[in-house]
Every structure is written in C-alpha cells, then in structure tokens.
C-alpha cells in the first residue's frame, strides 16, 4: 500500500480499535484473542496490540489460568470492572440512599439513612453526607476512588441539574444538591429525575432487559412517569420529558391521593400509609367495595398512561413504586383499559427491583457518563 | 511507529477519512483543502487521498476554477448532490404528489396529480404512477436514477410499511403500497405516516431548521401530529408514535369538526371545507362568536398538546396542515393555555412550507435512508 498515514490517524485507530476490544470484552465476557478478533472483525496481530495498551492502562486484565479447566487452555482476557468506581445517590422525603458500583453498573455496596419529610434542606444535604460517609466506609472505599456520581431525586429538574421544582420534599426547589455534591467529591456530578434514574434501572438491571422503548410509571402516593428510548432515559429539551403527572385532565397525583383516602370497611382504622396496600390485598380477596375504588384509579391511570403511549409507543410500560408490589392486581385491568384506546397496546410488568431502583439507576447513568467521556471517539 | 496495521484496518480508516470529508463538505459547502484538513482535523495529505478516492467514486467534484475570483485561487471541492436521485411522494385523499431531489434534499421536481376520496384502492394506486410518470419526465430523469423512494401516507403505518389503518382515506387500510412501489423502482422503499414527514421537512428544509426537538400538529380536518427528537422522526416500537389525535379524551377530530360545523353568522351559506378559514378570518377582525368557537378549539388542541410536551419536553410546537395558514390566530391562546398546563412551555411556530411538506420530508427521509446504507462505518 502506498497510503499517506499520519501519526494522527493512527492514533485514531488504535483508540478505535481499543474501543472495540473494550465494548467486546463487556458484551461478552472474559474471552481469548481469537474470539476477539473473531467478534470485532479486527486482524488478530490488531487485537493484540489493543489488548497490550488496555492491559497498560488498566482496563483489561489477563484471567487467571487456573480458572479454566484443560490443559494449556489460552489466555482469556477481561475487562476491569473494578478498575473505577461510581456513586449513585438516591434523594426522598423518607430515605437518603447511597450505592456504589463498578464499572459494569454492578452494586458492591448500598448503604441507606432514614429521614424525614420534615428535615430542612440542610439537614437533607447532612443527610446525603452521612450516607455517602456511611456507604463509602461499608465498601472499603475512598472518594478519590469515585469516577463519576450521579443522584436521583424527585421534581422537574433541568439539563444543568437544578432543582426547578420539588413538591415531594419540602424546602427542596432551588437546593444546591450539585454544587454540595461537586465541593466533596473529586469526580463530575450529574443530578437527575429520580423516575428517570428508576425507569433506567429496570432497563439494565430489572423488569425491562432486552426492551429499548418503555414508560415507566412510578406509582404511589407520589406519582411520576419517564421514558426510555433506544435504551437511554428522555429528558426532552429542559429535562421536563415525563412530567405528564402535572397535565390538569389526568391528575395523578389527586387519583392516588383519592385512591389513599378510600373510605371503607376493609380500611377504616388504618394509617394513611396503609390504606393502598389493604385496598390492593382486598381486591385479591374479591371484595366488591375495594375492587370499585382500584378500578377508578386504573382508568385516570390509563387515561395518562395512553397519552404517553400514544406520544411515544413504547413496547413496554413497568409499573413501579410503591403500588408496584400490588402489579398483579393493577396490570390486567390496566391493560384492559389501554386496549381501548391505544393502536398498539405495549406489554405491562411490575418492576423488579423495588425500593433501590433509583440508586442502582444512578449507577447505571454515572457508568453512561463515564463511557461517554472515556470512550467517546471523537474526543 | 512500530504497529501492527493490517490492510483492513487500513481500508477501514480510509472510509472514515472519506466519511469525514463528505460530511465537512455537505455541512460547510465547497472549500479548498486546507479548510477541509481544518475542519475533519485530518492531515493535509489524508484529505488529498480521500479527496482523489471521493471524485473516482463520483461523490466529490472540483469546482470550476472560474468560480473563484481572483488570480490562482486554490482549488475547491463539493459534494456532488447530483450523484443520485431520491423520490419522495405524498399520497392523500385529494391529491397525489412526487417530488424528485438531489442528495442534499433539495427538489429539482414536482407533479401533483388532483384525485378525490371516493377513488377505488387500484385506482388510486394508478394516480401514484401517473404522479411518478410526470415527476420523472418533467426532471428529465429515468427510474433508474432513482436511489431510494420513501412514500407518505395518512394513517397507522407500521415499521415494515404495512398501512394498518387509515380512517382518512377510503379503501387504503392494508393498501399495497410498498409492493406496487417496489415491483416498478429499482431501488429501496420505505412508506411513513405522512405527518412525520411533514415534521421532518419543517426540522430540515422550514419552521423548525436548527431544532432538534419538536412536535408538529397537524390542523385541519384529519388532524395528525408527530414527534422529531435528535433531529430524527420517531417512529415507537411498532410505528404508532405521535396518534395522540385518538386519545378519547382530546379526540381531536372531533374537535376540528365542531369548529368545521360552528353555525354562526360569519360561515353561513359557506361549503364545509371553507367555514374554517372564514372563522379564522373573522377572528382576525374582532367577531366575539366566531372567537369563542375557534378558543373552544384552541382548548381541547391544547389537552392534547401538553400531553405531548409533558411526555417528551419538545423545545418547539410547529402548527402544520390547512389551518397552518391560520397560524397568527392560533399561536397565542394555545401558547398561553399550554402555559397553565405545562412545566416548560414550548415555542410554537406556523409552519412554512405548506402543503409539499409530506412530499419534501419524504425526500428529505429517503436522503437519510440513503446516508444510512452509504454512510455507515459499521459496514
């Protein structure tokens, strides 16, 4: 070959190609040269070069060979899962939650502090302290050792992560979460929904594998909504993308609200926090009075749930929060309902991973970000 | 350097070199060399191979030195839209449009066959040859010229291009469209809901230029609406997204019929299809009644708006379709009932590219189908 090539353009491929051998050895685990280069169409000699400079910079490690069987098994190689760190924050009215989570978005540990709605903003900030302080210590790990961060918490909060506007917790609106945040870890701080941050944790980890378009519904006394397509969370032009709880027609929040208040022989005695749960396990049990008031429920439920549909036409849509335990008594009549009204109805599961979906969220979205600066070939 | 670097890699950068020069060009328009190094931050003798590479493949071409100016200008180079041809049509109950364009989406041609909405589903299907016929031998052109066709039509149209369901034309739910288009070009076809091409037009060639995220409504007696985000139309997981015109809660096309059906003293005497825009007329000049009618319309359009703009958080509304001409009417109560409803009000505009819209953005989607196939550094 006669071809003029720069310095600078091989460059560019070695990092391409030291790309292609990390987004390999993710996807599909500890693997030989020869199945690398099988899997990314690379010259073997290529593969090896690129698996030389990762091993040099810390993100491939040649396997153990003792963990094969035969003999003279060849050399497999992985990637470094441990090789960073990354903290996912989880920021409510009644719990502070702190996770942190190797490169692969796996949880290694997770520590939570109770709090109350009643705390005053910088009480909270203390709070998310403590459980950084108490997670960080439970891991064995250090700041310096944290890569990225990302915390989740409730209200429409913009592309720069301000909080615009917090109703769930009281004095929120406006708190400097970032900016607290970016003074004590050495890393980015990225703040996000933490719907969005759940819908994606159900992606990756939970109820919604293998599904790249889907509405995820948190569902509970505090209703929120987010939407995941082609596998990354929406967060529309000013990260008000799922806010359809607001719109005046379906009110979520009130129909939860009334759904909480359901005067009823099955409830009467109970705490408000209660009252939802009884509700659900009395529907199971056949009771009329309960059933009427669920149903009332699942239709201004389906009413939002099919403007998003309708808007968006996920393949999917996971019910999660606090109702989420309560799928199987929501799921049918919802779809139901959805199937009079939408062209296509998606498929309708419960969540799987329950009250640390929003920290286990955070934690795939900071490994997003990282990749996105590590990996990004451009830059 | 001492690398290893097979002859695939090698071929693999080049079309990457290649790619980089073909998108400065089609992004910056002609230049020199050295603008084109500056831009794909490539060596100077990179961009000279890829250069040579491009003009033998027929992409690339010099420019006329008797375009430049002064005494020894360097020589520039352009992307050759003419390369190839893309069709585009638009397949309505009235009229049949095919718009020939060059590679950068720019019409060079367009035919509108009149047809009326009581035409048989074959003989339709003749209108859409004649429409090409015309298209064709008013550009000069054969089909063989012809790259990729897209074609737009109302309705539910999934992801392979099946027409499920159209209300709006007669005999057209499950229309052989993509067949009857495929068995008479050589090229890929691809049929679309005709509001998302109108959506893409607007984002490429009218209202909504330099904005990534829109939703575009169509107005008029068979309203539609579409999402683009990122620049892209969004299809949903089976083709059904932007069909919040059936919501039972909007209902939409209800909603323009009873602005079709006001009885006032304004329409009276008027054909169905002119009551509108003599409403619209009326408002502009004060009439109190002809103003509630066209509020009590804005109202329930805005239900449907802000279900949208809480669902994907659009930075712009473009107002498409026959009552676009009434955009100076419209814009300013839907702007402020959005703004009760929605945490972010977006910007509406009218649109500016009326009635070829669907035919435009179809070639302006084949163009991107066409990118697709050609551009792709995967394969």
């Not at 769930?168 to 996000?192: K, M, N, T, Y």
Request: proline share 5%; hydrophobic share 45%; charged share 20%.
């Amino acid at each position: 070959m006669t071809l003029a090539v720069s310095g600078g353009d091989l460059q560019r491929l070695r990092k391409l190609n030291s790309l292609a051998v990390v987004a390999a050895l993710r996807a599909g685990g500890p693997m030989p040269l020869t199945h690398l280069a099988e899997r990314t169409e690379l010259a073997r000699a290529t593969v090896k070069q690129a698996v030389h400079d990762l091993i040099e910079q810390g993100w491939v490690a040649e396997m153990d060979p003792s963990a094969g069987g035969k003999g003279r098994p060849a050399r497999r190689y992985r990637f470094r899962a441990e090789a960073g760190r990354v903290l996912g924050l989880d920021i409510g009215a009644h719990n502070v939650r702190a996770a942190l989570g190797d490169l692969d978005g796996n949880v290694v540990h997770l520590s939570r502090v109770p709090v109350t709605p009643a705390l005053t903003r910088d009480e909270r900030l203390q709070a998310v302290d403590r459980a950084i302080d108490a997670c960080l210590t439970g891991a064995g790990a250090t700041e310096d050792e944290v890569w990225g961060a990302v915390a989740g918490s409730t209200g429409y909060i913009d592309l720069e992560g301000r909080i615009v506007l917090s109703r769930a917790i009281r004095d929120w609106s406006g708190a400097p979460l970032a900016e607290h945040l970016s003074a004590r870890l050495p890393c980015p701080v990225v703040v996000e929904n933490d719907s969005r941050l759940a819908a994606l944790a159900e992606h990756r980890k939970g109820a919604a594998r293998q599904v790249d378009n889907l509405v995820y519904l948190h569902l509970g006394r505090r209703p929120g909504a987010a939407v995941i397509l082609d596998g990354a969370p929406l967060r529309g032009s000013s990260g008000a993308a799922g806010e359809i709880g607001v719109h005046p027609l379906f009110n979520l929040a009130a129909s939860s609200d009334l759904l909480q208040a359901s005067v009823s022989p099955v409830t009467s005695g109970l705490a408000p926090g209660e009252v939802a749960a009884a509700l659900f396990e009395a529907v199971r049990q056949g009771d009329p009075g309960s059933t009427t008031a669920v149903l009332r429920y699942v239709k201004v439920l389906a009413m939002a749930t099919a403007a998003m549909t309708l808007t968006v036409d996920p393949e999917l849509v996971v019910l999660g929060g606090g109702f989420s335990r309560s799928a199987d008594v929501l799921k049918e009549p919802l779809r139901a309902e959805l199937e009079t009204m939408c062209l296509r109805t998606p498929e309708i599961r419960g969540s799987t991973l329950g009250e640390e979906c929003v920290a286990v969220g955070a934690v795939c979205f900071a490994v997003d970000h990282l990749n996105a600066r590590l990996f990004n070939p451009a830059h």
